[in-house]
Structures are given as structure tokens and as C-alpha cells.
């Protein structure tokens, strides 16, 4: 047959084939192009994340070109490309490839994400060189961890191993090398913001950072505070309070004292009245804080007078930003008192208010369910502790969920449509390490005393996100996601997937449950609504909500299918069953 009679883009499949047999690359080119989908859609089902994708795809082409001429039946190319397209995929993953710690991507965003990052990368290789040259000239007491992690690809454990050194000493090498490389390169760090209180508070830098972590009152700040982590860029810390004392042990995260002409540096002692005062009078610096956010996370331990009349007002400038906003809470114990109880069921209606009207979600932690789960002789000092444990893990459920290496990862759209309005929000939490982990995990999370007597399998929707160990395969997710959907009648659910190499060691798998529950609770009645001003404006920032608006918020939308949302179970089940493959490597 003569092929060079007609045009390569005219050629039958078939035809083509045999051209690149014959070593044509014009041909093959075309070939690629004509079934790049096919690949893709192999790559799609059996890949975990876009970078791992991309790296497949280019292995499966060299396999094509490198062993096409055995190929006896032209005819037959299309079947033999998908087998060369699995096996690719399984031999990535058995090499112990891939990115860690990134969540699923569904082909169309895969392939969108990929041309996004092609001028990226370009770019990146030009700089390519210089950075091997400066990972070859750091300093001699860092130079060699350097060396295995950024140029040899080791994983830290492995690098420790080598060395014989602790991962926590291998991590601060690492983070020294990075402040030499960010140097070296000009790349300007994360401005330093650990600021006075003494002057009556304020930030005056603004952060690079669009994630940010806010805790309000004594108790939002301690959770700040333990899960401080300096080196991270990609998320800012906040701690505000009217107690002056308070602050100042948070040192490392951005602290804003308000209200100084309310309570002079002291706390509210309870008082929600001078709470909300001392947001008024500071309604600029807070304002600030959120300024260019996309995602505001705010905590507090409601039942005092700071967290309580403060967290809805950060919540609801953070909404006006447009921000994903989302509120992690703790209710008090019954022994604190009538008191403190009915605070915290105002700072809650307020911020289900900021929910209807600005922020997403409110995900409500009892302390005095956290009594339950751990061991009734402890001080009170340790359970407070676990739940700000608790509280960190609800966090970082989120903050996994939306954020990869400092880039918001997921749709924010998608997650607050899929909490919009959702009343009821209840997170649970089950842990399991050794055999059959991801299923006791699950069923730990299902039985948590935190969702107070109400099951997962209720939930109208549920956000379910895993942290594991590495070496978490497949199987162990389905196992869990088996259990955890098994029940749901309606079964939306949205998740997320980190693979986190802290977990390494003990081989534990944590899976963290937000349940958007029915609402049964009879809210029509409650009364309308506090307000309060803003000194400066004079505008009026609502706190609490109206019958009409109750009566919206209690009837929820459907959502539609899209990424990482999934209608039913078996979906769900299908689509991780040909997402999350085995052995992962760490970056
Ligand atoms: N998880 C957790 N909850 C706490 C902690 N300390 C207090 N709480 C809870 O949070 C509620 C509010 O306490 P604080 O955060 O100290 O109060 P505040 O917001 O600073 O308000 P004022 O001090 O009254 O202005 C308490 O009633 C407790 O139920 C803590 O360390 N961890
Ligand atoms: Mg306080």
C-alpha cells in the first residue's frame, strides 16, 4: 500500500498502526491524538491524582513506540493499548510513584488542570537547573538531606532511615533548606506577623495566605495555638480575644485583641453584650483579617463571652468576602451551668443566622460528649485537650479537603453548595490502627458518642475525609466507605483523601465524618433577631435569625453530580475502587 498518497490525518487507524510500525512519527502523533481519549479515560479510572496522570500517560506512549512493532494484528490495537494503558497505571503505582496527599480529580478537571500547569512547568525546568545547582551548593549540614529529597526524590522516612536520624530532625533540615532556597531565589516568605497586643492589637501586614484558621475567645485560641505550624505557608493563623493575657501565649499566630476601650485587655467574663461591643469597636482589624480570603475557618469554645459573640461577626465578615466559611464549635459540659449553656444556644442561633446569611456551615462539637469518649478519671484539663483534638480534627478535615500544597484544591462552590444551609452539622471521628483499620476506623466513626445518639446513616449528606498512611490501599477504603454508606438512605457525600506521612509510623488511619443531619429541632420560634453595629459605619450586621429565615434554612437543596460528589454509594465505591490505588509515595 502506498501510504504517502494520501495525507496522514486521512489514513485509517489500522493503516496508521502499521506506519508507526514502520517507525513514522508523524504517524504516531496522529495515533496519539486519536486516542488520547481512550487512554485518558484508562488513566482516569485507574490514576489517584493529575501529576501522576500526566507521568503515566508519557509511559504509556514510550511503551507504545518502544514495543508496537510486536503488535501481530494491527486490527487489534485499541485492546492492546488499553492493556498497555493498565498495566502502566499499576506498574506507577507498584514503583511507588505518585504525589501524595492530593484529592481525586474527575477526568475533565484532570485534563483541565494539566494544560493549566503545561506553561508552569516549562518554566519550571528552565529553573531546573538552577535549583539542582543550589541543592549541590547549600550548606554542608543540610546539603545531603537536601540532596535526597529535592534531587533524588527520598521520602523523609527513608532519608531518615538512611541517616539514622529522627523525621522530626529530617524535617527541620528540610525546612532550613527551604528557607536557603527561598533566599537563593528570591522567593519572599510569609511576612512575620507576631504582633503586639499591648497597643490595643492589629495586623498590619496582610498575610499571602487565602486559608485562613481564626480562634476566637480562650478556648478558640488554644486550639489556634496547638496547631500552630510556623513553617506553613499555606494557611494563616489567627487568634483573637479581648483578654490581653490570653493572647499573648499565642505567639506565632497573628494576634488581634479588640475591644480595648470595652474591657481595657481584660476578658468579657461571660458578658455577650461586651463581647459584641468589642467587635464594633474593632470591626476594621477584623474586617482586615479576612480580607482576600477563599477559605475562613473559625473556632471557639462557645458558652463564654468573647468566643461566642465574636465568632458569628468574623463569620460574617469572612461570608461577605465571599470566603468558603466554616465554624468549628464546641458546646459547653452540663456542669458549667444554665448559664453558660444558654450563651452557647445564642452564639449558635447566631451563628446559624451567619449560616442562612453568610457563613456555610456551623459544625458543633458537645464537650460533654467528648466526656464520653474518654476515660471518666481524667482531669478536667485532659479532656479539654481531646477536644481540642477534636476540634483540630474537624479543621484539618476541612483544611485536607480543600487545600494541596497551599492551593485551594477543590471546588469551594461545590462545598458550599453542598453545606448550604444545612442546619444540623455533626462531626464524628474514629481512629483504628493494625488489621482491619479502615473498617474498625469506620465503625468508630459511626458509633462516636460526638453525633449524640444520631447516625451517620440519616445524615442527608455527609463529608467524609480520610487520613492515612501510605502504604492505605484501596481496598481499605472501599472497606471503609462500605461501611460508613452502607445504611444512608440518601447517600450524597463528598470526600477527601490525604495521605499524611505523620500517620506513618503508627499506622493509623483517622477518619473524620461531617454529617449534615435532619433538623428536629423545632427552631420556627426563635426570636429575632440581635443586632449589632459597626462602630465606624453604622451598618447593622444581624445575629440571629427570623422564623421566615429558619423556615429556609431547614429545606435543603439537592445537589447535582459533579466533582467529588457522588449521589449514591455504589457510586461512590466504584469510582474510589478506580481512583486510590496501593503503595504511595510521599513528596
Ligand atoms: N475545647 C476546649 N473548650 C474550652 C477550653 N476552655 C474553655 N472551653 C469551653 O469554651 C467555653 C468558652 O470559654 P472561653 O473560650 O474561655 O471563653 P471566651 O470566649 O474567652 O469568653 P470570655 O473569657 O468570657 O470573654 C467554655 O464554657 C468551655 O466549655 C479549652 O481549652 N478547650
Ligand atoms: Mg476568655
Excluded at 505550624?229 to 499565642?250: G, M, N, Q, R, V
Aim: glycine share 6%; net charge negative; aromatic share 4%.
Amino acid at each position: 500500500m502506498h501510504y504517502e498518497s494520501i495525507s496522514i490525518c486521512d489514513q485509517k487507524d489500522v493503516d496508521l498502526v502499521r506506519l508507526v510500525q514502520a517507525r513514522d512519527e508523524a504517524a504516531f502523533k496522529e495515533l496519539m491524538s486519536r486516542y488520547n481519549p481512550l487512554s485518558w479515560s484508562i488513566i482516569n479510572e485507574n490514576a489517584r491524582q493529575h501529576r501522576d496522570a500526566e507521568e503515566i500517560l508519557m509511559d504509556i506512549w514510550m511503551v507504545v513506540w518502544e514495543n508496537i512493532i510486536g503488535l501481530r494484528n494491527a486490527e487489534s490495537f485499541a485492546g492492546w493499548l488499553r492493556r498497555v494503558a493498565f498495566t502502566a497505571c499499576k506498574r506507577y503505582y507498584a514503583r511507588g510513584k505518585s504525589h501524595q496527599n492530593e484529592i481525586l480529580l474527575n477526568y475533565e478537571d484532570l485534563a483541565l488542570q494539566i494544560d493549566r500547569e503545561a506553561e508552569k512547568r516549562f518554566n519550571d525546568d528552565r529553573i531546573l537547573e538552577d535549583a539542582r545547582e543550589a541543592v549541590q551548593h547549600l550548606p554542608q549540614s543540610i546539603r545531603n538531606v537536601g540532596i535526597k529529597y529535592y534531587l533524588e526524590q527520598w521520602t523523609i522516612t527513608d532519608i531518615a532511615d538512611e541517616l539514622n536520624l529522627p523525621t522530626g530532625t529530617v524535617k527541620t533540615k528540610l525546612s532550613k533548606v527551604r528557607n536557603v532556597l527561598r533566599k537563593e531565589f528570591e522567593v519572599k516568605t510569609k511576612p512575620i506577623r507576631r504582633k503586639t497586643v499591648s497597643t490595643g492589637n492589629i495586623i498590619t501586614e496582610k498575610t499571602q495566605s487565602s486559608v485562613r484558621i481564626i480562634g476566637v475567645g480562650g478556648a478558640g485560641c488554644k486550639v489556634v495555638k496547638t496547631m500552630l505550624e510556623p513553617e506553613s505557608a499555606d494557611i494563616a493563623f489567627y487568634a483573637i480575644d479581648t483578654d490581653k493575657e490570653t493572647l499573648k501565649t499565642c505567639t506565632g499566630a497573628m494576634q488581634l485583641q479588640i475591644g480595648e476601650n470595652t474591657t481595657h485587655g481584660d476578658s468579657t467574663h461571660g458578658n455577650l453584650a461586651l463581647g459584641r461591643q468589642a467587635a464594633a469597636e474593632s470591626m476594621d482589624q477584623l474586617r482586615s483579617i479576612v480580607e482576600d480570603a477563599q477559605v475562613v475557618i473559625v473556632t471557639a469554645g462557645l458558652g463564654g463571652g468573647t468566643g461566642t459573640s465574636v465568632a458569628p461577626v468574623v463569620a460574617s465578615l469572612a461570608r461577605e468576602q465571599e470566603a468558603l466559611t466554616i465554624c468549628v464549635v464546641t458546646r459547653p459540659f452540663h456542669a458549667e451551668g444554665k448559664k453558660r449553656d444558654e450563651s452557647a444556644e445564642i452564639g449558635l442561633q447566631e451563628l446559624h443566622n451567619t449560616a442562612s446569611q453568610r457563613a456555610d456551615a456551623v459544625v458543633t462539637i458537645p464537650n460533654e460528649q467528648v466526656l464520653e469518649i474518654i476515660n471518666n478519671h481524667v482531669s478536667l484539663q485532659d479532656v479539654l485537650k481531646e477536644s481540642n483534638e477534636i476540634l483540630i480534627q474537624g479543621i484539618c478535615a476541612i483544611t485536607d479537603m480543600t487545600i494541596c500544597h497551599g492551593e485551594v484544591n477543590v471546588s469551594l462552590d461545590d462545598i458550599k453548595e453542598f453545606v448550604r444551609e444545612q442546619a444540623n452539622i455533626q462531626m464524628s471521628i474514629g481512629k483504628a490502627s493494625g488489621e482491619n483499620r479502615a473498617t474498625i476506623a469506620a465503625q468508630n466513626a459511626m458509633s462516636s458518642p460526638l453525633l449524640s445518639g444520631n447516625r451517620i446513616a440519616d445524615a442527608l449528606k455527609v463529608i467524609i475525609s480520610v487520613a492515612a498512611p501510605p502504604n492505605f490501599d484501596v481496598h481499605e477504603f472501599d472497606e471503609a466507605m462500605t461501611i460508613l454508606l452502607d445504611k444512608s438512605e440518601t447517600g450524597e457525600c463528598m470526600f477527601g483523601m490525604a495521605y499524611k506521612e505523620e500517620l506513618e509510623q503508627s499506622g493509623e488511619v483517622v477518619i473524620t465524618v461531617i454529617a449534615c443531619m435532619p433538623d428536629d429541632k423545632k427552631k420556627q420560634d426563635s426570636k429575632p433577631s440581635d443586632s449589632i453595629q459597626d462602630d465606624k459605619t453604622g451598618e447593622k450586621i444581624e445575629t440571629s435569625l427570623s422564623s421566615s429565615e429558619y423556615a429556609n434554612q431547614v429545606n435543603f437543596s439537592q445537589y447535582d453530580l459533579s466533582q467529588h460528589l457522588f449521589n449514591d454509594a455504589s457510586l461512590v465505591r466504584s469510582t474510589i475502587e478506580n481512583s486510590v490505588s496501593t503503595a504511595v509515595k510521599d513528596q
